[in-house]
């Protein structure tokens, strides 16, 4: 018998967690997790779950003024945000009892309640017990960033807008991230007067400049508000309930609410880690090795909280490598080249490899391709919305190093193709597959 009373505990439910217990224990580990909110972590619960829902809703405001221009008759169409806040809110709770099932039957134990580390191989939880532990792995996610600015408290951040009980008619929203973007054509379309503010002076810097360009572009033509080079400095509560931005030299805005996406940090505090030595950024971030070790032996960390890259399905390929390595007999890392992303914008974005710019850095002969087009459907509908796809070519090799969309369903679109980026696959392949017409994706084989 194990002088442990488990073989791993987690600590944090989210996406990372729940899979590195289900795999650890399909391994034949003996496995506990403790979350203190809700099964599922961000993801499920606040995050990019409910949050493409909230874009499925939002969209069809286009597609109900759309409609009329193939023939169907919408007058009187409406929208009740409880009704769509309600049934998101369902759905995020049937998600959250599956995740549970999904512990349940791997016979993992399940803690409701807050643990921290207590000492090598001790986890003390919120009720006063403590148990032990061959392994620990922390997989607590990360949470949003508040500025610290006067006033910042009559802010919200995307914790808080799944349950707001009215939309506003303002809305000022201040980042230049995935999430900034996307909550603005949420907004948007949901009849809401929008303003995107951000210090810099890009949107989504990670992403190729001419993609983003195109972006901002269309997001000003459909009414959203954009301010570059605006210094955030307080937030002042009016007598009649509305709120004023100050911005400085850059003036001031009336708004009703105020939604922070500034970015997110490690969720590490508080925890015990720094009493025990393990090793952490200035911002929280637990520093861990390509296999997930932290300078501790026995601690182990996943997902956000390590700040390697802040998205679900890295998280869940961390946390399954670990178990497959802790458990498994199987030894390996996250390989962490050509991940596909998406913005799911209004029109949405979505990119893998290379931007021009990197490559540019990178490369000494680098071929950039472009189909810039009209979607069919945007053709008819008398939507004069461009869509625009971008393949960066090593010159020398003719190897495909990124490929950058924007334009409808670009998320589905570029699933497929992160495959053939991955691959190493040539422009000359691209160019020799025969293209599925009529259809957008055919523009990936159709560029010039």
């Known amino acids: 018998m194990s002088e442990f009373d488990f073989d791993l505990f987690v600590i944090g439910a989210g996406s990372g967690g729940v899979r590195a217990s ?3 224990a399909s391994h034949g580990a003996r496995v506990a997790v403790a979350e203190e909110y809700r099964v599922g972590g961000t993801c499920v619960i606040r995050g990019c779950v409910p949050k493409k829902l909230l874009v499925y809703g939002s969209h069809f405001a286009e597609d109900l003024a759309d409609a009329q221009r193939f023939g169907w008759n919408t007058d009187g169409a409406t929208f009740d945000w409880p009704t769509l806040r309600d049934n998101v809110a369902a759905e995020v709770n049937r998600l959250e009892g599956l995740y549970g099932q999904t512990l349940s039957n791997n016979q993992v134990t399940l803690f409701d309640q807050r643990a921290t ?3 090598p191989n001790r986890v003390a939880l919120a009720d006063g017990r403590e148990v032990s532990a061959a392994n620990i792995l922390i997989a607590t996610g ?3 960033l508040i500025p610290d600015v006067p006033g910042a408290e009559h802010g919200i951040s995307s914790n808080e807008v799944f349950h707001l009980e009215t939309l506003p008619r303002r809305a000022v929203i201040a980042g230049a991230g995935y999430i900034a973007n996307e909550f603005a054509g949420i907004f948007h379309e949901l009849g809401v007067a929008v303003t995107l503010v951000t210090r810099g ?7 190729d400049h001419e993609i983003v360009d195109r972006l901002v572009d269309i997001s000003r033509a459909k009414g959203i508000d954009i301010r570059f080079d605006f210094p955030f400095k307080a937030i002042d509560r009016n007598a009649d309930g509305t709120l004023t931005v100050r911005g400085g030299d850059a003036g001031d805005i009336e708004t009703d609410l105020v939604l922070f996406a500034i970015g997110r940090v490690p969720n590490s505090a508080g925890l015990g880690l720094e009493a025990l030595g393990v090793a952490l950024g200035p911002d ?3 520093m861990v090795d390509d296999m997930s070790r932290t300078s501790v032996p026995g601690i182990f960390a ?3 909280v390590t700040n390697r890259v802040q998205l679900t399905p890295i998280a869940i390929r961390e946390g399954h490598a670990l178990a497959d390595t802790l458990f498994g007999g199987k030894p390996r890392s996250v390989d962490y080249r050509s991940i596909p992303t998406a913005v799911f914008a209004n029109p949405p974005l979505a990119g893998v490899g290379l931007t021009e710019e990197a490559a540019r850095a990178a490369v000494a002969n680098v071929q950039v391709y472009r189909s810039d087009f009209r979607a069919m459907k945007n053709v008819l509908a008398g939507r004069n919305e461009r869509a625009l796809y971008k393949m960066i070519v090593d010159g020398d090799t003719d190897r495909v190093l990124g490929l950058h969309i924007i334009g409808p369903d670009s998320g589905e679109i570029l ?3 992160a495959i053939a980026v991955k691959a190493g696959l040539t ?6 597959t025969v293209a599925l017409h009529p259809s957008m994706a055919e523009e990936l084989v159709l560029m010039k």
């Open 22 to 24: 289900r795999i650890a």
């Open 117 to 119: 580390v207590a000492g």
């Open 142 to 144: 990360a949470r949003p």
């Open 201 to 207: 002076d890009r949107m989504l810097r990670s992403y």
């Open 284 to 286: 929280g971030t637990v």
């Open 302 to 304: 996943v997902g956000d």
């Open 415 to 417: 699933q497929a193709a």
């Open 427 to 432: 422009k000359a392949a691209f160019d020799d």
